[in-house]
C-alpha cells in the first residue's frame, strides 16, 4: 500500500446512538427478560466506518443528519474528536437515530429507529459534492435514503472515486446502488439477498463482491467475463481467513472490516490485500464490547497477529 499521502474516504451514511443490553439469551414471544448490563455507545453504520477509517489513518468526511438533541451533539462531538470533517453532519427536526442491541452468548441482534438519518436527500448530499467528488473512495451502506445514497455513488462516478456498497440493512439501497458499484461487502444473509435479486439487479462487469464469513474470515469473488454473474461460472473466488480470537461484542465487527477494506484500497492495495486487512480489523473488533469503542488503530492490527495465507477456488 502506498504511504505517500493519507487516504481520502468519504461517508454517506447514518449515525446513531446505541443502547447495547447483555442479556442471558433471546426472549421468547410474551417473556420479559432482565439485562445483565447495558451501555450507551456512539453508532450507526455510516458513522463506525467513518470512525473505523480515520483510526486506520485515512482524511474522513462524513455526510448525514443527527436530530437537534443532546444525542446528536454527542455524536458530532464523538466524530470531531476522531478528526473527522463533519461539516456536513448537520441537524433535523427528528430526533436523532437509536438502535436497541440485544447481546447474547449466541449472537447479537439490533432493532434500528432512523430518526434523523431519513431526513438526508439529495440536496444533503449534493451539498458535499465537493467533499465526495474529491474522495479516493465513498463509502455506503443502507442506513439512509435510496436517494442520497444513489446521487453520492453518482457523483463519486462522474470524478472516478471507488464506490464501496455495504447493503446493511439490505434494502431498496441495494437496487439502487450495486449498478454503480465498485466493491460490495456482504455478510452470508445479505449475500443470500443480493443473488436472490440478481434477475433485476445488475452488478457492473468488473465489480467484486466480499462475503464477510465471522470467524471464517472472508471470500473475495471476482469475474473474469462481462456477461458472467457473480457467485457463477466465469467468476473465481478466494477465501482470506481471519486470526482466531475470544469474542465479547460482534457489534461493529462489519463496519470495522468494511472501514478498514477502504482504506486499504484507497491506499493503493489489491483487493486480496485489502480483504486481509479488513479481516484483522474485523477480529480485533469484536474483542472490545461497541461498535465504536472497538474500532481499531493501524498500530493495533500491525501488532496483532495477521491472518492466515488466502486460498483460491478455481472457477
Given at each position: ?14 449515525l ?72 456536513h453532519?448537520r ?32 440536496a ?108 457463477t ?75 492466515g ?7
Amino acid at each position: 500500500m502506498s504511504e505517500s499521502k493519507p487516504a481520502r474516504i468519504a461517508v454517506v451514511g447514518s449515525l446513531n446512538a446505541d443502547v447495547t443490553l447483555w442479556v442471558p439469551k433471546r426472549p421468547s414471544p410474551d417473556e420479559t427478560l432482565h439485562a445483565e448490563r447495558i451501555a450507551w455507545f456512539r453508532g450507526g453504520k455510516g458513522a463506525n466506518q467513518a470512525v473505523a477509517a480515520a483510526r486506520l489513518g485515512a482524511e474522513v468526511v462524513m455526510v448525514g443528519r443527527v436530530g437537534d438533541d443532546e444525542q446528536g451533539q454527542w455524536l458530532r462531538s464523538g466524530l470531531a474528536a476522531e478528526g473527522i470533517d463533519c461539516r456536513h453532519v448537520r441537524s433535523a427536526p427528528e430526533p436523532t437515530g437509536l438502535a436497541v442491541i440485544t447481546v447474547d452468548p449466541d449472537d447479537v441482534s439490533i432493532v434500528v429507529a432512523a430518526g434523523a438519518n431519513a431526513s438526508l436527500d439529495t440536496a444533503g448530499v449534493q451539498a458535499a459534492s465537493a467533499q465526495i467528488a474529491a474522495a479516493d473512495v465513498l463509502l455506503l451502506q443502507g442506513e439512509v435514503s435510496a436517494d442520497a445514497a444513489r446521487t453520492a455513488a453518482e457523483i463519486a462516478r462522474k470524478h472516478d472515486a471507488l464506490v464501496v456498497l455495504n447493503p446493511a440493512p439490505y434494502n431498496d439501497v441495494a437496487p439502487a446502488v450495486l449498478p454503480l458499484a465498485d466493491v460490495v461487502i456482504v455478510n452470508r444473509a445479505e449475500s443470500e439477498q443480493l443473488h436472490a435479486g440478481r434477475a433485476t439487479v445488475r452488478l457492473r462487469p468488473r465489480a467484486v463482491l466480499v462475503e464477510t464469513r465471522g470467524a471464517a474470515g472472508c471470500v473475495v469473488r471476482t469475474r473474469d467475463a462481462q456477461e458472467a454473474s457473480i457467485g457463477t461460472q466465469g467468476s473465481r473466488s478466494t477465501t482470506v481467513p481471519a486470526p482466531q480470537v475470544t469474542v465479547v461484542d460482534a457489534t461493529g465487527a462489519g463496519d470495522a472490516f468494511a472501514g478498514a477494506f477502504a482504506v486499504a484500497m484507497a491506499s493503493g492495495a489489491s483487493t486480496l490485500e485489502a480483504a486481509q486487512l479488513a479481516v484483522r480489523a474485523g477480529a480485533w473488533a469484536v474483542t472490545v464490547a461497541g461498535a465504536q469503542p472497538s474500532l481499531p488503530t493501524m498500530a493495533q492490527l500491525h501488532a496483532a497477529s495477521p491472518a492466515g495465507a488466502p486460498t483460491r477456488a478455481a472457477p
